[in-house]
């Protein structure tokens, strides 16, 4: 089977899972990403992993079986309780091969004010030059509406950027970007985006049917262009197909980059 050369040439990538990929009926997910990850960290490439799941992570201690809905003070304490939890069992699965997790935790205002986004860039660089594996979420238990990234897919892309990330691969619930959402008739599979190609006629469907998760279809597609915008490829594809996608094989759908 011909690879991808976007995939395989990569040396520094970034890895965006979504809560509803790992929590739940799909918990078990987690250490199928791990897998994969240490695969590729295994080949010598740069891996960092954008994890959401701090706040679905804790609603069983809560009482809670949804998201908080126009609750943020319940979803900032969430988060603080989940996102101790969720490193654990990162670093749980991590211990089989041997890899050190680093939590990251990041605001809209880190990546936008200079001081800062110089900092954070240092600091993730000199992690990944000692060969820990960066896990990065949204601060929530601090951050406001206003500051917000609004969905981690936006703040994958931007830490894609941040760290010259040579590929963006964000993980979806749903296996490719369709024609229309997965299930209608007519919903035609998407293999290849090229840059500046009309998406016009795509057919979004709810931002997200998760009880857990804040992303979507589009906030995903709205990731993939804004990263191809800077330069760095992106698959799309389903978190059981982590390893094919880092392995550089045809699965999901590959958004080719701008050549600027």
């Known amino acids: 089977m011909e690879r991808r ?3 395989t040439s990569a040396k520094r990538i970034v890895v965006k899972v979504g809560s509803s990929s790992i929590s739940g009926d799909n918990a078990s997910q987690l250490a199928v990403i791990v897998d994969a990850l240490a695969a590729a960290h295994s080949r010598g490439i740069e891996v960092v992993l954008v994890s959401s799941g701090a706040i679905a992570t804790a609603l069983p201690h809560f009482g809670l079986s949804a998201r908080p809905q126009n609750d943020l003070v319940t979803e900032q304490a969430a988060a603080a309780v989940g996102q101790t ?7 749980d699965s991590l211990n089989r091969f041997g890899i050190v997790a680093a939590q990251v935790l990041l605001t809209s205002g880190d990546l936008e004010t200079e001081s800062t986004r110089v900092n954070a860039k240092a600091a993730m660089d000199k992690l990944l030059d000692l060969r820990f594996l960066p896990i990065v979420n949204e601060n929530d238990t601090v951050a406001t509406h206003e500051i917000r990234f609004g ?5 994958a892309s931007l830490v894609a950027e941040l760290v010259g990330a040579n590929l963006l691969v964000l993980l979806s619930d749903v ?3 369709y024609s229309r959402p997965p299930g209608e008739p007519g919903a035609e599979k998407i293999d290849l985006v090229t840059f500046g190609d009309d998406l016009s006629g795509i057919e979004i469907g ?5 009880t857990v998760g ?15 915008r800077r330069g760095i490829p992106v698959v799309l594809t389903s978190a059981a197909h982590v390893g094919a996608a880092l392995a550089g094989e045809s699965v999901g759908t ?6 600027n």
């Open 5 to 7: 050369s976007e995939v």
């Open 85 to 91: 939890m969720l490193m654990v069992r990162y670093q």
């Open 151 to 155: 969905d981690n897919d936006r703040l």
């Open 206 to 210: 709810p931002a997200s049917s998760s």
């Open 214 to 228: 804040t992303g979507g279809a589009e906030t995903k597609l709205a990731a993939a262009l804004l990263a191809t």
């Open 175 to 177: 296996d490719a970007l």
């Open 254 to 259: 590959l958004f080719e980059a701008s050549e």
